[in-house]
T-cell receptor
């Protein structure tokens, strides 16, 4: 089955700096890659996703890049703010009817004011 | 539009007991997935139901089971509870179609096993 790994497990940046979170996956059949943000004590929420027919996708201060050959994808956050502090989960799945979303273990991002 | 609702939010059980958790998906969503969240282990997939059928199952022992009703509401049951079952159990719904798409999570049921 699919195996998704996130690196590093924790990341601390200064407010205003950029943060990059990387994930690798194992199943070459995976073609859907979402990122979820979970603030302390709250539910995970989708912040951005990318499908394999696209190499990069942006939404304001966040972007995701995908390298299918190397089987890795990354989340980029620019101009970080304290409210970006949260746990970020990457995930991967195929898009068939029986697809299963496999999550990484999460990375804790801390933005220092 | 109401979000995903999970009950109960908190519960405490002792080893050997069993527990049933409930999840009401967003109206119109037919897929419900369950995840176990523990510190350092992220979100581990338990199972997914679509139109009352289990479509996928994770690598959990048979003590973990679930079902889905005709109104798409889902329940999961854990029998013979162990200390290691202490976790936040999250349910998520998606839809209305099949295949990969955004998951909408509930706030979770936090289970403590003593």
């Amino acid at each position: 089955g699919e195996n998704v790994e996130q690196h590093p497990s924790t990341l601390s940046v200064q407010e205003g700096d950029s943060a990059v979170i990387k994930c690798t996956y194992s199943d070459s059949a995976s073609n859907y890659f979402p990122w979820y943000k979970q603030e302390l004590g709250k539910r995970p929420q989708l912040i951005i996703d990318i499908r394999s027919n696209v190499g990069e996708k942006k939404d304001q201060r966040i972007a995701v890049t995908l390298n299918k050959t190397a089987k890795h994808f990354s989340l980029h956050i620019t101009e970080t703010q304290p409210e970006d502090s949260a746990v970020y989960f990457c995930a991967a799945s195929s898009t068939g009817a029986n697809s299963k979303l496999t999550f990484g273990k999460g990375i804790t991002l801390s933005v220092r004011p | 539009k109401a979000g995903v609702t999970q009950t109960p939010r908190y519960l405490i059980k002792t080893r050997g007991q069993q527990v049933t958790l409930s999840c009401s998906p967003i109206s119109g969503h037919r897929s419900v997935s369950w995840y176990q969240q523990t510190p350092g282990q992220g979100l581990q997939f338990l199972f997914e139901y679509f139109s009352e059928t289990q479509r996928n199952k994770g690598n959990f022992p048979g003590r973990f089971s679930g079902r889905q009703f005709s109104n798409s509401r889902s329940e999961m049951n854990v029998s013979t509870l162990e200390l290691g079952d202490s976790a936040l159990y999250l349910c998520a719904s998606s839809g209305p179609g099949q295949g990969a798409g955004e998951l909408f999570f509930g706030e979770g049921s936090r289970l403590t096993v003593l």
